[in-house]
Nanobody, 126 residues
């Protein structure tokens, strides 16, 4: 069982930056692929970024070059550095974990993930 707790969301002006954190419980964090998803009001949850257990990364096209995912296995934490934020980035951001048997694979679909955090709100006013 893995528990995930996100933090770092908030209100930021367009062009600004935020860093989201997701702290995971358990001693096998390094074996999990981690992902960030987001859900805006009235829209479906969408993949934002993911990092494999081996450190490979994958991004949605809409965020590539602006958002960076990273992980610190010693701290059981995954991060999402968000730069050049836009109003369309406004959403609840969720952290997710998938027990990985392929250290280079980054799941992009929510159904692949086993555990989810409660979400953190990011708001970028227009």
């Amino acid at each position: 069982q893995v528990q995930l707790v996100e933090s770092g969301g908030g209100l930021v002006q367009a062009g600004g930056s935020l860093r989201l954190s997701c702290a995971a419980s358990g001693r096998t964090f390094s074996r999990y692929a981690m992902g960030w998803f987001r859900q805006a009001p009235g829209k479906e949850r969408e993949f934002v970024a993911g990092i494999s257990s081996g450190g490979s990364t994958n991004y949605a096209g809409s965020v590539k070059g602006r958002l960076t995912i990273s992980r610190d296995n010693a701290k059981n934490t995954v991060y999402l550095q968000m730069n050049s934020l836009k109003p369309e980035d406004t959403a609840v951001y969720y952290c997710a974990a998938e027990f990985s048997r392929n250290m280079d694979f980054v799941p992009r679909y929510a159904v692949n993930y086993d555990y989810w955090g409660q979400g953190t709100q990011v708001t970028v006013p227009s």
